[in-house]
């Protein structure tokens, strides 16, 4: 059987998927327009390991699990909602703030303590959502009896992408031109970026919510 046109699906798809502005996307860019390229990049590898322990456990079945254990399923998206809430609330608070710093870079919040790496990690752990994704597009990609080789080119094919499409959003955020328009926007660009994580958070908690309401209404 030939595989590789089911790779080039998933390829596709998780390149589309990243693309897509979501938290990932907000964490690198806010990190590399607020601390420097450096941190963008760390923080690049914090979302890069991310990716890779979801899409390592779906490959031995974890996604399948946790729609099975629908009580694990729905816990470790409200513990992501309350990380994602706690970010952007912080991102929110800058921005209430943003508008008496003399420095907007120097009062902005440091998202995982002082480390990129651990929030880029975090927000992608966020997400338990992707174990279930990748469980069902690993049912296109990778049938049943497999060769080896198909999993490690699906590992292979979402680090580089996932690698190669988040160091360009941080090299372009971490340079100067951008940086100074950070500085003149600091305060609606916090805001927008904690709406947008806050949001998220409130959204993963609404469905958990409405999931729990029809349960006990059956």
Do not use: C
């Not at 990716?51 to 998206?77: D, M, N």
């Not at 597009?137 to 094919?157: D, E, K, N, Q, S």
């Amino acid at each position: 059987m030939d595989y590789l046109p089911a790779l080039a699906t998933l390829a596709a798809m998780h390149l589309l998927m990243a693309m897509l502005p979501g938290p990932n996307t907000v964490v690198v860019s806010w990190l590399s327009a607020t601390g420097s390229r450096a941190a963008g990049l760390q923080a690049t590898a914090g979302v890069v390991a991310g990716s890779l322990v979801w899409v390592v456990l779906s490959l031995f079945g974890v996604g399948a699990l946790l729609l099975e254990t629908g009580w694990l399923y729905r816990l470790l998206r409200l513990l992501g909602a309350a990380y994602l809430l706690w970010i952007g609330v912080r991102l929110l608070r800058s921005g209430w703030r943003g508008g008496a710093a003399v420095d907007p870079l120097a009062a902005a919040p440091k998202l995982g303590g002082q480390k990129p790496f651990a929030a880029g990690l975090l927000t992608t752990l966020s997400n338990p959502k992707s174990a279930v994704f990748w469980t069902s597009a690993f049912l296109v990609a990778a049938p049943a009896h497999a060769p080896g080789w198909v999993y490690a080119a699906i590992v292979a094919i979402i680090a580089a992408q996932s690698a190669l499409w988040y160091a360009a959003v941080a090299l372009l955020f971490s340079t100067g031109a951008v940086r100074r328009r950070y500085l003149r926007l600091s305060r609606w660009l916090d805001l927008v970026a904690g709406g947008v994580m806050t949001a998220l958070g409130l959204k993963i908690a609404d469905e958990v919510r409405r999931e729990f309401a029809v349960r006990a209404a059956g």
